[in-house]
């Protein structure tokens, strides 16, 4: 029984952080539960039907605000938009901000593994717990959410769409400024359910980039986009001494 209401507190705490309240809790609790909680139990249901529904309702909340706020946007300008809103690094971030983790049904053995920090969780359950409000509530509850969730994600990617492709960009133009691709060196630190990821980009014989993340992809991502940014300013003309 104190387990059950420990769940429950949790649960309770997190739908708080969220600024949602279930009319049908069980929708919330079946959004955090990992296949893994559930095949201890029975194997009762998971969150896996949810998350695919939530992906559907994500995809359409996003790309209809885009629409809207952007009518000088291409198609593909509002795909490279949406898919860098979307992305599993960008909703583990966000699912991180609300300490999604922390609200997490896992299993012991996932639990040991540092499963409430792993980026491919969260994002799951991220999409879960939006298809649960959608369920519980509706579109309009659904939209809501996800525009206030990823409001400063949307406002990112506003000023530039194709804000995730720094290592797509960079890899091009070392390619074909230095004949070679770029060399990620990664490093973690910390315990594994709560690791810090660093990495050096190298090109030209020299690091030319760093930057942190929760995962490895983040932090390359970071490396790449860091490069990229010094290579933009490296480029761009000294307006002071004009």
Known sequence: MARTLEVEDRLRLFADRVGYCFEDPSLLRL????????????NSPSNERLELLGDAVLGYCVTSHLYRVHPDWNEGDLAQARSSVVNSSSLAEVA???????ALLLGVG???SGGRGKESLLCDAF??????????????????FVLEALK??????????????????????VVRS???????VVTDSGPDH???????VWFGGSVQGEGQGTSKKQAEQAAAAHAWQTLKATAEPDRSTT
């Open 110 to 112: 996932e639990e040991r």
């Open 178 to 184: 230095y004949g070679d691709s770029p060399n990620y």
């Open 194 to 200: 709560n690791k810090s990821f660093h990495s050096q």
């Open 31 to 42: 959004a955090m539960s990992h296949r893994s909680w559930c095949a201890e139990r029975g």
């Open 96 to 102: 991180q901000r609300y300490d999604l983790g922390s």
């Open 127 to 144: 999409e879960a717990l939006l298809g649960a409000i959608y369920l519980d509530g509706g579109m309009e509850p659904a939209e809501a």
């Open 152 to 173: 400063q994600r949307m406002t990112q990617v506003a000023d530039d769409p194709g804000v995730d492709d720094a290592k797509t960009r960079l890899q091009e133009f």
